[in-house]
């Protein structure tokens, strides 16, 4: 069974970095596309970054390009989101989830809170 | 980028109600086309995919269509359980890939 547990959300200045951390089980990361999708408070969907099955891309969204980056750790079966030079329009649950051949999601995480305030 | 826009933003149905909910693309997705149910404090949950294909374990009352740049998810018989926001996703071509700003069904 599917599972993706994320951690390392939490309250934070604006300017300031986050790791946040997805480990997957019933799964290998190597044989999945992972990706990042956040949603503000009371508000929608946004995708937010990828990281393909092989290794091979990268992408991101155009309001985190530049400062947040994925990576992951196949050993732990941990993907990663970094996120640097936080702002407070990042505040979100930020959500893991694994692809299946194609970008559409059919294992969520539970998510992890994310909120950037002075 | 492509845009996804929902209608109607919110649906006031009862128990048994068949209900449909219209999502467009600014331009041609083809079939590249997800449907998403999420409640409050959860996750969302993958419902469909390929525009009509039913998600593993996804209850045979919801079903999809549509292709190009219009699509609908139908709820053939409304129940309790249903009562959620859904979401439609593009993922055709290259990202950044888009949902919709989501459909409440909420109880009449």
């Known amino acids: 069974q599917v599972q993706l547990v994320e951690s390392g959300g939490g309250v934070v200045q604006p300017g300031t970095s986050l790791r946040l951390s997805c480990v997957g089980s019933?799964?290998?990361?190597?044989?999945?596309?992972m990706h990042w999708v956040r949603q503000a408070p009371g508000k929608g969907l946004e995708w937010v970054a990828v990281f393909s099955y092989d290794g091979s891309n990268k992408f991101y969204a155009h309001s985190v390009r530049g400062r947040f980056t994925v990576s992951r750790d196949i050993s732990n079966n941990t993907f990663y989101l970094q996120m640097n030079s936080l702002r407070p329009d990042d505040t979100a649950i930020y959500y893991c989830a694994k692809d299946r051949f194609r970008p559409y999601f059919d294992s969520w995480g539970q998510g992890t809170l994310v909120a950037v305030s002075s | 980028d492509i845009q996804m826009t929902q209608s109607p933003s919110t649906l006031s149905a009862s128990v048994g109600d068949r209900v449909t909910i219209t999502c467009r693309a600014s331009q041609s997705v083809s079939v590249y086309l997800a449907w998403y149910q999420q409640k409050p404090g959860r996750a969302p949950k993958l419902l469909v995919y390929?525009?009509?294909t039913l998600q593993s374990g996804v209850s045979s009352r919801f079903s999809g269509s549509g292709s190009g740049t219009e699509f609908t998810l139908t709820i053939s018989s409304l129940q309790p359980d249903d009562f959620a926001t859904y979401f439609c996703?593009?993922?055709?071509?290259?990202?950044?890939?888009?949902f919709g700003q989501g459909t409440n069904v909420e109880i009449k």
């Open positions: 019933g799964f290998s990361l190597s044989n999945s596309g």
């Open positions: 996703q593009q993922y055709d071509g290259y990202p950044p890939w888009t």
């Open positions: 390929g525009a009509s």
